[in-house]
């Protein structure tokens, strides 16, 4: 079955490819499975192609039943028409636990690889009721990330919400490069700095957050709400949610829209035969810059109000 869109793809390290638009799967609160399964198997019928998924987000195993149904049913010919992404929780960021990680995920996926696997923040977590961060040990994790790479359990591996320190760090002792940093990124937080580093060291981005997160009890409608990019929408006659991705798919990155509302992630597809102008980027570019998302008011718990892809 041919999909309602094509989605162009970007070329990671060791030439794996990966559609720009993902779909995340994960949601606050938390969707059910059968809402999840139901989702990607409209996602597949409108194009979507590469799905992000986490131990923490609770949606493997329905991701992994909807692809499944989906090869069944011949909406994708076979396994290497998907691309999966998931990531390793920060309670299992210890390098004995990498492989039983990956191994476990898998496993709610039903999958033999996955195409990337992520460090899922740069920190460990204590496996409690406290929730206690401590220092990530990055060479030794990173190590035992590598060897999920080596060994055939997925194709590509990155991190996330890595700040340009911590990438430096990891690179100083990696032997294979982390083909992706996953962090949030939108018109009103630009990662500016982030994305020079990443660029001259061959670390493709991809952008979670794309709208602000906006509908989830961590996130906000700044985006979706702004006067500058309401303006651009209604000149294009585009919704504020299309501009937002378009304008992220003009800086050269990746990014993972979650919605389970069918017209939405069709809508959010639409984003490919258009572009801005040059004034219209050049108003955003002049958008004030302020980090939506934290520690804190991911977890809603205050020992942890340290900022994702910070300096620390």
Known sequence: MEPSVVIPEVALASDIRM?????????????GA?????????????????????????SEEPLGEAIAEAIDAGLVESRREVFVTSKLWATSAEPQLVLPSIKNSLRNLKLEYLDLYLIHMPLRLSRSEQ???????????????????????????????F??????????????????????????????????????NRIHITAY????????????????????????????????????????YEQGVSMVAKS???????????????????????????????KGVLLASVFGHTPLCLELDSEI
């Not at 409608?221 to 949610?241: C, F, H, Y």
Request: hydrophobic content about 40%; charged content about 25%.
């Open 163 to 200: 700040s340009c320190k911590k990438l430096a760090e990891l690179l100083s002792s990696a032997t294979i490069p982390p083909a992706v940093n996953q962090v949030e990124m939108n018109p009103l937080w630009h990662q500016k700095q982030l994305r020079e580093f990443c660029e001259v």
């Open 34 to 58: 059968q809402a999840v399964r139901g989702a990607v198997l409209e996602a597949i019928k409108a194009g979507y192609r590469h799905f992000d998924t986490a131990s923490l987000y609770g």
């Open 19 to 31: 559609p720009v638009i993902g779909l995340g799967t994960s949601s606050s609160p938390p969707a």
């Open 131 to 161: 929730l206690a961060a401590h220092p990530l040990d990055i060479k030794s994790v990173w190590e035992a990330m590598e060897e999920c790479q080596k060994s055939g359990l997925a194709r590509a591996i990155g991190v996330s919400n």
């Open 260 to 290: 389970f509302d069918k017209d939405r992630m069709r809508s959010n597809l639409d984003i490919f035969s258009w572009s801005l102008t040059e004034e219209e980027t050049e108003k955003i570019d002049q958008l004030p810059q302020r």
């Open 209 to 248: 957050s794309p709208l602000g997160a906006s509908g989830t009890s961590w996130g906000d409608n700044r985006v979706l709400e702004n006067d500058v990019l309401q303006g651009i929408a209604k000149t294009k006659g585009k919704s504020v949610a299309q501009v937002s991705l378009r304008w992220l």
